[in-house]
């Protein structure tokens, strides 16, 4: 038996997702249309709405339904702290921390030269007008400590510093609740080259 | 080239990496005696992987992987300790290499004195020093072991030495060429900018810049159609 082409065009679909290949896509779609008819439509109806409303908030550069975010509109947020963040997923963990009351702004990626992503794929010139509003007196850089998260750090800093900002990166180092003797020797090491006075 | 199932404690550098499924992780390694590897670091991506501070790009590492085929499974990583992460210029100086080998380098061709070159770029590259001539120490190193040394000391059209007052073309299967009108040729080169270069003292203004065009002339010969992501974005980065 040969699958129908609206099956075929499922899968075929369906491999846009990350991780996913022919075999997991065709298994997917077998899935939704033999025991999940519902689900499937869910997901359509669901896939369309998102696809139509959500956008990129004026201000963070983040997912929203609105032209500017509910966190970027909050009167709650200190305006003049602007945190960088790579992605959605990082500026949810800051905000768990309960640590940080400024806004952000969410690159939606890195530099990384291997891959092809410059400062052009990913929002450097938004976050320079963004950080260039008057009010913004310090920018935090939250970017991972992936070199490709250092490099972004680093042209981040240079473009905000020639802008007359202060700049500042988030601390690294040695877990908290970390016992020395099971910290990986990377992170120790670096712990060791960015030791501080006391 | 005999596959062998097991290698244990090979010399290496992460050269890239990327994401494969939900935890794991995709490298690409360059290793000292097995040349380029591509090895799937299982579970490397979980919360407290240990894996996750020691697969990182330019430090030297011991990694040990087993299996066959173009995607063996790495078995363990170990710290050697080097030195500090590459900064700034030199982490894109860093990036740039790492391109090179990884569009240059054929898989499991081992190439050892490259290797060895490639570990002092890197070290020279963490230190405070001049990041160009770095590069194109690396980069003269990487042709001649690509078997396309340059030829830098006669001229290719009657073998006579090279005359540090005369301009010359480079032509890239034969070596310099001179020329009697610059004005006429596409990328031309004075004499002692050959010869600074033969010697590898990048030191003068005018050598610095000619070296830098040979070896963009050269390297993009070798690339063929292929594009090196690393030097447009370095370019991009320098308008911010």
Redesign the interface.
């Known amino acids: 038996m040969k699958a129908p082409s609206s099956l075929e065009e499922l899968a075929g679909a369906l491999r846009c997702l990350?991780?996913v290949g022919p075999k997991s896509a065709q298994r997917m779609a077998y899935h939704l249309l033999q025991y999940d008819r519902a689900g499937a439509r869910r997901l359509a109806a669901a896939l369309t709405v998102a696809a139509e409303r959500v956008r990129r908030c004026a201000r963070c550069n983040g997912f929203t339904e609105l032209e500017v975010c509910e966190l970027c509109s909050s009167p709650k947020r200190d305006p003049a702290q602007l945190c960088v963040v790579e992605t959605p997923a990082d500026l949810l963990m800051v905000e768990q921390t309960l640590a940080y009351q400024g806004l952000y702004f969410v690159l939606m990626g890195r530099?990384s030269?291997?891959?092809?992503?410059?400062?052009?794929e990913i929002g450097?010139d938004l976050l320079?007008k963004r950080a260039a509003d008057g009010v913004v007196k310090e920018v935090i850089i939250a970017t991972n400590f992936?070199?490709e998260g250092?490099?972004t750090a680093?042209?981040v800093s240079?473009?905000l510093h020639?802008r007359g900002l202060k700049v500042t990166r988030i601390a690294r180092g040695v877990p908290l609740g970390g016992e020395l003797e099971f910290v990986?020797?990377?992170?120790l090491?670096?712990a060791f080259?960015d030791r501080r006075p006391t | 080239m005999t596959e062998r199932a097991r290698v244990d404690n090979a010399r290496a550098f992460v050269?890239?990496a990327?994401?494969?499924?939900?935890t794991s992780l995709v490298v690409e390694a360059y290793s000292r005696d097995h040349g380029r590897v591509a090895l799937l670091a299982r579970g490397a991506r979980r919360p407290r992987a240990?894996l996750?501070?020691?697969l990182?790009?330019?430090?030297p590492l011991l990694l040990s992987w087993a299996g066959k085929g173009e995607l063996r499974t790495l078995v363990k990583a170990e710290?050697v300790?080097g030195g500090?992460?590459?900064?700034?210029a030199a982490?894109?100086c860093?990036?740039?290499l790492?391109?090179l080998l990884?569009k240059l380098l054929a898989r499991e061709d081992p190439h050892e004195a490259l290797f060895d070159r490639y570990a002092e770029a890197v070290a020279r590259l963490a230190g405070a020093g001049e990041v160009a001539p770095v590069l194109r120490a690396f980069e003269k190193a990487l042709l001649a072991e690509l078997g396309y040394a340059l030829s830098l000391d006669r001229d290719a059209l009657t073998g006579s030495a090279i005359d540090p007052a005369r301009t010359y073309t480079y032509e890239v299967e034969r070596g310099p060429v001179p020329v009697a009108d610059a004005d006429g040729a596409a990328a031309v080169f004075s004499g002692r900018a050959l010869l600074g270069i033969a010697r590898g003292d990048y030191s003068d203004p005018e050598t610095a810049t000619q070296s830098r065009a040979l070896m963009r002339l050269l390297i993009n010969h070798r690339l063929e159609r292929q594009t090196l992501?690393?030097r447009?974005?370095?370019a991009?980065?320098q308008t911010?």
């Open positions: 990350p991780g530099l030269p291997i891959d092809g992503i410059g400062p052009k450097l320079a992936t070199n250092e490099a680093h042209y240079e473009m020639a990986d020797t990377g992170t090491a670096q080259y | 050269l890239h990327y994401p494969y499924r939900e240990a996750r501070g020691t990182i790009q330019f430090q710290w300790g500090p992460m590459l900064r700034g982490l894109l860093g990036f740039y790492n391109e990884l992501h690393s447009r974005i370095f991009d980065l911010l």
